[in-house]
Structures are given as C-alpha cells and as structure tokens.
C-alpha cells in the first residue's frame, strides 16, 4: 500500500504542503504525476506477458476498477493496453 502525504510529510518533519513543493522541486513532477508514472511503467512491464490478466495487472497498481485502469492506461501511452 501506498503511504498517505501526511504520513510522508510527518516522516519528513515538514507539512503536507513543503512536501508537495520541494518534491516538484527536485524532480520536476508532482507527487501524482510521479505515482502515476510508477504504476503505469510497472503495468506495463506486466502486460508484457501476455498470459497475465489485465485485472490482476490493474489491481497489482493500484487500480480495482479495470475501466478506470483502462482509460488511464490509455490517456498516459496514448494506446490501449491491448496493443
């Protein structure tokens, strides 16, 4: 599971929202564009092999709902997983 920002940012001794700022800081992306782009270079490394279910894939990332995996899968390579 995923840590919440709070906890993150408890972690860290700094608010949820100096977090927020120092990470687009120093990588360049927001927390969510950078968790995004974990789950969707780890889907589709799975999706790879073809005998693994795309459900098992997207509840693997993170994702319960296959239609929303599906669309965000899509809008992020521009492709669906299929091909």
Known sequence: M????????????LSVSQLK??????????????????RMTKARGLLAHPDTPVNIVANSVGYQNLSAFSHRFSVYFGHSHSH
Not at 2 to 13: K, N
Not at 21 to 38: A, D, H, P, V
């Open 2 to 13: 995923t840590p919440s920002l709070a906890t993150l940012a408890q972690v860290a001794c």
């Open 21 to 38: 700022n120092l990470f687009k800081k120093e990588t360049g992306q927001t927390t969510s564009q950078y968790l995004l782009s974990i």
